[in-house]
């Protein structure tokens, strides 16, 4: 199937998706896989794949969700591979970006179940609702529901003796 050529992104549409979404793809990679290096990684793999593709998206929503969803399809291979080779400590780089103070919150976080992560990482830092997280994980709603409200527990629990816990629980 041949596709004409104002049927693929322009140059200038993949340097403002580019401009747009490089942190929030950071941001996700480094939810998952907790080095800054690896997480760059992966989201230079997510542009090589659009620059490669050059997709045409039907809105910017649609934009944003393909870009999500390849980098939460590289995030899980990136788990594979880690899997075989063991798991990384956090980085300590990661705190940084965050400050000081979201490092106990950060590493709470990081030690959530994965796809646990990825569902508090999309509610409340990216601002999706429970419908959205589930098309873009696909996954149904009630899981993503189960999910997140396990996710609160678990960081109360984590969180609960220190000034940090206060401040995530009035959060959630």
């Known amino acids: ?5 104002d049927k693929y992104l322009s140059d200038r549409e993949i340097v403002r998706i580019v401009e747009t979404y490089s942190d929030m793809l950071l941001r996700i990679a480094l939810n998952r896989v907790r080095s800054v290096p690896a997480a760059e990684d992966i989201v230079q793999s997510v542009f090589e794949r659009l620059m490669r593709r050059r ?3 039907e809105s910017r929503e649609h ?3 393909w870009l999500i969803r390849t980098a939460v399809n ?16 956090l980085d300590e780089n990661i705190a940084g970006e965050f ?7 950060l590493d709470a976080v990081q030690n959530l179940p994965v796809q646990d992560r990825y569902a508090v990482y999309l509610y409340y830092y990216e601002g999706y609702g429970v419908k959205e997280i589930g098309h873009l994980l696909k996954e149904p709603e009630g899981t993503i ?4 409200s396990r996710a609160r527990k678990k960081l109360k629990a984590l969180l609960e003796g220190g000034n940090h816990g206060r401040q995530i629980q009035q959060r959630l």
């Open 1 to 5: 199937m041949e596709r004409r050529k």
């Open 55 to 57: 997709p045409i998206f």
């Open 63 to 65: 934009e944003k969700a």
């Open 74 to 89: 590289l995030c899980l291979s990136d788990l594979r591979t880690q899997s075989r080779h063991g798991d990384l400590p």
């Open 99 to 105: 400050g000081d103070d979201s490092y106990e919150v």
């Open 145 to 148: 529901s189960s999910r997140l």
